[in-house]
């Protein structure tokens, strides 16, 4: 059992300090969501001379931006390669162009509000240490140098080991994202815009947010929630839950590799470097997938992950966390119109690419907003449902799916509520019931319901972020059974307590 350690983003960025929504307000639009796609999308329908109301349920860029790697670049991995095999040249064109224009916004946005967010200029390495991923790395280059993007094969990595083959991407980047989208959405109160924290969003339509303590009316609501929330649109059908191991700790600046590195080959690692404010260099690293609530598999994955930034890098994690992605049916993100012609616009599926994907639909979005042409928004149509391409993929995940409503995904826990050493939860049968069960550093035991309280799947203990995680579609709830985020919108029904 691993002792919570709390992100490493968070804990090294300043809180920001947003009032929660008190009583009802009007703006033009009204944007759910206070991470990346949310921060960018209101700045820049801001810029257009529109009143923007932010309005996140927990704290501004503390949720899924928060707890990633943060690194700012259109190399993912072997991306271009599927897209064009799956789409054409004109959709691999789409979507590299949509995440270089992604990459520069980012940077464009903290120079022109000045913002503290550690951006520095790094080169974006994939490789692998395997002879058959050689020729998909020299194709992948190939294909991105075709596109436009700055790919060249590389011979050195800088990493402590050899690879077989990399591709160095130049002129990408990195940045600490509490930071970053803090400090943007700081920009945005005044003249009728507003940014509210601790404020869930219980109802909606295309017209009207309602939270606990007020509502907003607006002429269009964005929804920027990861996957949105409750039944919109039914993109929880149609993307996929993954979670990842996140690391990190104090390096040996000696043993801190120059770039941003992700492999080619599973187990995945994914590895970037930041400094804090003191001059400390820490290594993040990001290690293999797994499912949503199943704690034996992510115990394995932060084991892997773990013993690789020990053997190869000397580093010991002093922070570890989870963070969760979504891949979508057909391998493009969904951004635009909702698909069920509800009025509202989504974002959604960036299949652990988030922050330029992230970006790119904040632009599509807007300028989908003020009817201004967008050259990819075709390309991303949240009304699309692509069968050709993602029948299988479709298939395969709502079949997990209607496993884990059935029976659920229950690893070796203990027998019964006793046996639950202070600080471990468990899924446990009490009374014919299924409750999670979380037994406090007091002793005191504490009980939810084991249904999640958006198509009631079977919930799986989280030890290393200390949550309910729901492996279905990915709603994640706290001790306390409130939302952490969705599509859930409602708690979890609170049990027993002894």
Known sequence: ??????????????????????????????????????????????????????????????????????????????????????????????????????????????????????????????????????????????????????????????????????????????????????????????????????????????????????????????????????????????????????????????????????SVEQPRHSLRSHRTADGRPFLIFTGPSYKPGHADEARKAFAEIEGFARDHFGVQASYRWTNEDYTPMDGRPFIGWSSRQDGLLVATGFDAWGISNGAAAAMIICDLLTGRENPWADFFDARRLDVAHGAKQFVKGNAAVAAELVGGHLASTPRDAEALSPGEGAVLKINGEKMAVFRDETGQLHSLAAACSHLGCLLGWNEFDRTWDCPCHGSRFGLDGEVIHGPATEPLKTGVTG
Do not use: C
């Open 1 to 262: 059992m691993y002792p919570p350690t709390g992100v490493y983003w968070i804990e090294t960025a300043s809180p920001a300090a947003f009032p929660r929504l008190a009583g009802d307000i009007s703006v033009d639009v009204a944007v759910i969501g206070g991470g990346l796609v949310g921060a960018i999308a209101a700045r820049l329908i801001k810029d257009q001379g529109l009143r923007v109301a932010l309005v996140e349920a927990r704290s501004v860029g503390q949720e899924v931006t928060g707890k990633s790697t943060a690194k700012i670049t259109s190399q993912h991995n072997l991306v271009y390669t599927r897209l064009r095999n799956r789409f054409g040249m004109d959709g691999a064109r789409s979507y590299a162009e949509a995440n270089e224009a992604g990459l520069r916004k980012i940077l464009a946005l903290a120079a022109d509000h000045q913002l503290a967010a550690d951006i520095e200029i790094k080169a974006a390495y994939t490789y692998t240490l395997l002879e058959e991923h050689v020729g998909s790395i020299e194709e992948e280059v190939q294909l991105a140098r075709e596109l436009g993007l700055p790919a060249t094969l590389a011979m050195e990595t800088g990493l402590p080991f050899a690879a077989r083959a990399a591709m160095r991407w130049i002129d990408q980047a990195q940045f600490h994202p509490v930071k970053f989208v803090a400090g943007l959405a700081a920009t945005l109160p005044g003249e009728g815009s507003h940014v509210f924290e601790q404020s869930r969003v219980l109802d909606w339509d295309s017209s009207r947010v309602v939270t606990a303590k007020g509502a907003i009316k607006a002429g269009h609501v964005v929804m920027a929630t990861q996957l949105p929330l409750g039944q919109t649109g039914a993109y929880y059908a149609r993307n996929y839950p993954h979670m990842h191991p996140v690391i990190a700790g104090q390096a040996d600046p000696g043993r801190v590799p120059e770039g941003m590195y992700i």
